[in-house]
T-cell receptor
Framework: IAGITQAPTSQILAAGRRMTLRCTQDMRHNAMYWYRQDLGLGLRLIHYSNTAGTTGKGEVPDGYSVSRANTDDFPLTLASAVPSQTSVYFC??????????????FGPGTRLTVL | LAKTTQPISMDSYEGQEVNITCSHNNIATNDYITWYQQFPSQGPRFIIQGYKTKVTNEVASLFIPADRKSSTLSLPRVSLSDTAVYYCLVGFFSGGYNKLIFGAGTRLAVHP
């Protein structure tokens, strides 16, 4: 089934450890996004990529890094996890160049707990 | 950084019309307004999008006044399955980048 896949589904991580959340889309969309969702704060954009080879910072980029080596994959890395990064992480993609006119398609999410 | 504002929660009953308003004072000239729906343990999914005036699809209507500083999502005759969180999305230009901002979301509870 076409769409966005994320891995892992959930993870418990010790503080200070490195973690990469994976995101893959098979719709050949140009733009991809990473959001975190916290209770009462809604969805906040972490990083985005308007096309393969480019990335940009969103609203809450500190402590996270991304890469976009190809169209399909957009991994999110926590170099040294901290408890405040406990959240649900959603990856999304859209067909165009990352404007608000795009329809974004979301993955099922990764629930991350940092202890 | 500019942001959107929505009511935190709303309650309704089956068969009623529900209107959810989002404020977005600093919306950019070329930005569209998009609404998403999210069920528990799922990612958000697209409902409707508009630029100005009124847009209607099979699921909802979207009303946008001339100044575009707010928008109202209208759900006709809601059912229990419409219980979800609804997000308003607009894009803001800040520091030369088009940063997409979700509102905090409105939790809609539909009662029998």
């Amino acid at each position: 089934i076409a769409g966005i896949t994320q891995a892992p589904t959930s993870q418990i991580l010790a503080a200070g450890r490195r973690m990469t959340l994976r995101c893959t889309q098979d719709m050949r969309h140009n733009a991809m996004y990473w959001y975190r969702q916290d209770l009462g704060l809604g969805l906040r954009l972490i990083h985005y990529s308007n096309t393969a080879g480019t990335t940009g910072k969103g609203e809450v980029p500190d402590g996270y890094s991304v890469s976009r080596a190809n169209t399909d994959d957009f991994p999110l890395t926590l170099a040294s996890a901290v408890p405040s990064q406990t959240s649900v992480y959603f990856c999304a993609s859209s067909d165009s160049a990352g404007t608000s006119a795009d329809t974004q398609y979301f993955g099922p999410g990764t629930r991350l707990t940092v202890l | 950084l500019a942001k959107t504002t929505q009511p935190i929660s709303m309650d309704s009953y089956e068969g009623q019309e529900v209107n959810i308003t989002c404020s977005h004072n600093n919306i950019a000239t070329n930005d569209y307004i998009t609404w998403y729906q999210q069920f528990p343990s799922q990612g958000p999914r697209f409902i409707i999008q508009g630029y100005k005036t009124k847009v209607t699809n099979e699921v909802a209507s979207l009303f946008i006044p001339a100044d575009r500083k707010s928008s109202t999502l209208s759900l006709p005759r809601v059912s229990l399955s419409d219980t979800a969180v609804y997000y308003c999305l607009v894009g803001f230009f800040s520091g030369g980048y088009n940063k997409l901002i979700f509102g905090a979301g409105t939790r809609l509870a539909v009662h029998p």
